[in-house]
């Protein structure tokens, strides 16, 4: 089975600029969970989607928004990017909603880099 | 807040030995998982304990839950180079809550 992709690796944006990444769940998972890391703040929850609904939602600006497609698919996109958005930005698939009973599949990640 | 927090921060042995590492939590949780991270393999999921088992084993990994204390522990036994990494645990308070990761543990095994 395929792993979990994220696409791009690697993105360079400027202040002010929006961005969208993209997430594709291993095939049959209908859970995806998004999360920011950075050497500051560690890792950072920023929302979980099941089947196409946001089911839970970190502490994060409403900059910061998601959605999932029919196919499980996932995009997060960033609006008007500030400096402390530059992290790594983790996916991650589970076979159904919630958390720890479930274990989560990650992929390589985004990283995002704001000049 | 970061609902665990992993002990000691950064952890350097010679490889052979065991290395122990510890996460505590604020609240009651539903289960905890250990996870590991190194820039090969990215982040991957090493063993998940309920919070009504209190040990569980996987290869050279052993973990205990105490959830009297809000503590967790992993041992990896007759460490190994390839285990360099960090480690972080991962809590959830109810089955549907969401995941919260602790600040994590940098582990170096010294050939």
């Known amino acids: 089975k395929a792993g979990v992709t994220q696409t791009p690796r690697y993105l360079i944006k400027t202040r002010g600029q929006q961005v969208t990444l993209s997430c594709s769940p291993i095939?049959?998972?209908?859970?995806v969970s998004w999360y920011q890391q950075t050497p500051g703040q560690g890792l950072q929850f920023l929302f979980e989607?099941?089947?196409?609904?946001?089911?839970n939602k970190g502490n994060f600006p409403g900059r910061f928004s998601g959605r999932q497609f029919s196919n499980s698919r996932s995009e997060m996109n960033v609006s008007t990017l500030e400096l402390g958005d530059s992290a790594l930005y983790l996916c991650?698939?589970?076979?159904?909603?919630?958390?720890?009973?479930?274990?989560?599949?990650f992929g390589p990640g985004t990283r995002l880099t704001v000049l | 807040s970061q609902q665990g927090e992993e002990d000691p921060q950064a952890l350097s042995i010679q490889e052979g030995e065991n290395a122990t590492m510890n996460c505590s939590y604020k609240?009651?949780?539903?289960?905890l998982q250990w996870y590991r991270q190194n820039s090969g393999r990215g982040l991957v999921h090493l063993i998940l304990?309920?919070?009504?088992?209190r040990e569980k084993h996987s290869g050279r990994l052993r973990v205990t839950l105490d959830t009297s204390k809000k503590s967790s522990s992993l041992l990896i036994t007759a460490s190994r180079a390839a285990d360099t990494a960090s480690y972080f645990c991962?809590?959830?308070?109810?089955?549907?809550?969401?995941?919260?990761f602790g600040p994590g543990t940098s582990l170096s095994v010294i050939p």
């Open positions: 991962a809590t959830e308070k109810t089955s549907y809550d969401k995941v919260i």
């Open positions: 095939s049959g998972h209908r859970s």
């Open positions: 991650a698939s589970s076979l159904l909603a919630g958390g720890t009973k479930n274990e989560q599949f």
């Open positions: 609240t009651s949780i539903n289960n």
């Open positions: 989607y099941f089947s196409e609904t946001q089911r």
């Open positions: 304990i309920r919070s009504n088992e």
